[in-house]
C-alpha cells in the first residue's frame, strides 16, 4: 500500500472543485488517501429567486449529496458569496485551517480568474503558504514542518496562460464526476442556465436534464475532438466538451504520461505547480499521480 496522502481541495464555492478536479478528486479516493473539499464562500449568491439563507441550505444538502456519492469530506465556511477578502483574518484563517488538516497536497484556483472569490481565495492560499511553517504566526495550533504542494485548477484565462504540468485521465471517472454535478442542481439546472439566457430550455425530466448538461456529448467511435471543435458556441455550462478541453489541449501530456494510451483519453483533468508550494520533481509527481 502507498503512503495515505491528505489532499485538500480549496474552491471559492460549493461547487467549485466537483467541476475541476472531481475526477482527480475520485482517482485518489481509489487509491485508499482521504480528500477534502473546502468551500471557502457558504454559495449564498448563486441563485435569481432564493434567499441567501434558503439558498446556503440548499447548497449544503446537494454538497452531502456529492458526498455520499463519492466518499470525499465537504467542508463550507460561513463567508457570503461575494465577499471573501484576503484580509489578515481571513488569512488567519485560511492558515489554521490548512495547519490543522496537514494536507500533503493543497489544489486551488490561480490568482488571475473572472470572480473576485477565485481571485482571493488564490491568494489567500498564496499568502497562507509560506506562514504555514512559521511557528510565531498564529501560534495557538502547531507551525508545518513543511509547505506541502500546492498546485493551481486548469482555467482558460490567458494573461498569462494556465500552464499544465499534470494532466491526468478521469475516462474512468466520468461517469461519477457527472453523478456528482448532477447533485448540484440549484446551480447546474436553476442558476447557471439562468446566467447563460437558457434556462426555459432545462428539461423537467431527471434523465433529460442530465443528458441536456453533457450536450454536447463527445464522440465514443473514435473519432477525437480537435482545439476547433471546442469554440463552438454551447450552452450548457458542464458539457462533455469541457471535460474533454484538457485532454484536447494537452494531449501532449497525456502521451508522456500514459505512452500510445495516451492518444485515446477523453476527458482529462489538468493542473499547474505553484512555485510558492514545495516543488514537485517528477519523481514526487510519479508518487502522487498514480493514476
Ligand atoms: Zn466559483
Not at 481541495?9 to 485508499?32: Q, S, Y
Not at 507551525?143 to 506541502?148: E, H, I
Not at 504520461?257 to 505547480?273: C, N, P, T
Request: hydrophobic share 35%; glycine share 4%; charged share 30%.
Amino acid at each position: 500500500m502507498e503512503k495515505q496522502l491528505k489532499i485538500l481541495m480549496i474552491g471559492a464555492h460549493p461547487d467549485d472543485n466537483d467541476f475541476r478536479c472531481g475526477g482527480t478528486a475520485l482517482n485518489f479516493i481509489e487509491k485508499g488517501h482521504s480528500v477534502r473539499f473546502l468551500s471557502v464562500c457558504s454559495g449564498s449568491a448563486g441563485h435569481h429567486t432564493m434567499s441567501p439563507d434558503e439558498l446556503c441550505l440548499r447548497r449544503q444538502k446537494e454538497s452531502e449529496a456529492a458526498s455520499a456519492i463519492s466518499g470525499i469530506e465537504y467542508d463550507i465556511w460561513d463567508i457570503p458569496d461575494c465577499e471573501v477578502m484576503a484580509d489578515l483574518e481571513t488569512r488567519k484563517r485560511m492558515v489554521c485551517y490548512i495547519r490543522e488538516y496537514q494536507p500533503d497536497i493543497i489544489f486551488t484556483h490561480r490568482a488571475n480568474d473572472y470572480h473576485a472569490d477565485h481571485r482571493n481565495v488564490a491568494l489567500l492560499v498564496q499568502d497562507a503558504s509560506y506562514l504555514l511553517i512559521v511557528p510565531n504566526f498564529c501560534p495557538d495550533v502547531s507551525a508545518l514542518k513543511k509547505t506541502p504542494v500546492i498546485m493551481y485548477f486548469y482555467d482558460k484565462f490567458k494573461n498569462p496562460s494556465f500552464a499544465p504540468d499534470v494532466v491526468v485521465s478521469i475516462d474512468s471517472k466520468i461517469d461519477k464526476k457527472y453523478q456528482m454535478i448532477d447533485c448540484y442542481e440549484s446551480q447546474v439546472y436553476e442558476w447557471l442556465p439562468y446566467t447563460n439566457g437558457v434556462l426555459c430550455e432545462v428539461p423537467k425530466d431527471k434523465e433529460e436534464r442530465l443528458e441536456w448538461l453533457k450536450n454536447p456529448r463527445v464522440p465514443r467511435d473514435g473519432t477525437m475532438l480537435t482545439e476547433k471543435d471546442l469554440n463552438i458556441p454551447i450552452k450548457s455550462n458542464n458539457s462533455e466538451y469541457r471535460e474533454a478541453a484538457p485532454a484536447v489541449k494537452f494531449r501532449d501530456k497525456l502521451i508522456e504520461r500514459y505512452g500510445e494510451e495516451g492518444k485515446s483519453v477523453l476527458f482529462a483533468e489538468a493542473f499547474q505547480v505553484s512555485e510558492y508550494g514545495s516543488p514537485l520533481s517528477f519523481e514526487k509527481g510519479k508518487e502522487i499521480f498514480t493514476f
